[in-house]
């Protein structure tokens, strides 16, 4: 299959954009908000982290269709996420509910009740919408690849896996059409932290500032089991970081001051 690519966002403002397609945009915003990180004096800190000038996609699986992305995000945005993460790592949890609950259909799929458990030994940092204009153009990024609107991405949740630390065989929700997994920083060779799909015999290892993604959801609104996976443990003395990026059926903000405005080439 034939590689694809595109360029990314021109930002000339701190807001996200409400929907986007690949290709150049300029944002304006009435009455945006300043990212909380711009409050506290980190704006040039912030102006001084370049983004990925292109981003090449491969799609790697048609049924279902999956994509490997290089250069998802800079070495600079990953060195400033790992910064933000500095002394807020906290245990991973993960959902507990009816499988119908969060497998099931739009009508019935939901989250659970949050817990940690023998299942997944990673810990995570979870990021906010207005954390810094780095978080909102990844955000935006996101939104783009997985073509919905931006109001439709969750808050993206660094991950950490130490040596051993894994999470188990599990799906990401039916309230989830699409996820985008960055891996964040490369493993020796034989280091572990792949990315296993079992239904599909299909392994990703990490890559720095590559990314995945993949479709949750089928036709009817369930979930599509085949993307099952877990993430394989660490091995060596390597720690994974990467960052979950979900992209939800509903919207998980107001975006409604954002407008996008398409540059001419």
């Not at 034939?2 to 929907?19: M, N, V």
């Not at 150049?24 to 009435?30: L, N, P």
């Not at 981003?55 to 992305?69: A, N, T």
């Amino acid at each position: 299959l034939k590689p694809f690519w595109f360029r990314l966002f021109e930002f000339r403002s701190q807001a996200i954009p409400r929907h986007s397609r690949p290709g150049r945009m300029t944002v304006t915003a009435e009455d945006a908000s300043e990212p909380k990180a711009a409050q506290q004096g980190d704006e040039d800190s912030e102006a001084n982290v370049p983004g990925p000038s292109c981003i090449k996609g491969q799609v790697f699986s048609e049924d279902p269709r999956m994509v490997l992305y290089s250069d998802f995000v800079s070495q600079e945005e990953v060195d400033y996420l790992l910064r933000l993460a500095e002394g807020r790592w906290e245990r991973s949890t993960t959902s507990r509910a009816k499988a119908s609950e969060l497998l099931g259909t739009e009508a019935t799929a939901g989250y659970g009740e949050e817990v940690e458990g023998d299942t997944r030994t990673s810990s995570s940092v979870f990021l906010s919408y207005t954390e810094s204009r780095v978080v909102e153009r990844i955000a935006a990024r996101v939104a783009t690849v997985a073509g919905l609107p931006i109001q439709h991405v969750e808050p993206l949740a660094l991950v950490r896996y130490r040596p051993g630390e894994y999470f188990k065989t599990h799906h990401d929700g039916s309230m989830r059409p699409y996820t985008v997994f960055v891996y964040l920083n490369d493993l020796e060779e034989g280091g572990g932290g792949e990315t296993r799909f079992p239904e599909l015999g299909i392994q990703v290892s990490p890559a720095a500032r590559t990314a995945v993604m993949w479709p949750n959801r089928l036709e009817d609104g369930s979930a599509d089991r085949r993307l099952d996976h877990e993430a394989l443990p660490v091995l060596g003395t390597g720690t994974k970081y990467g960052m979950n990026c979900f992209v939800n059926y509903q919207p998980q903000w107001d975006a409604s001051h954002v407008r996008v405005v398409q540059l001419e080439e």
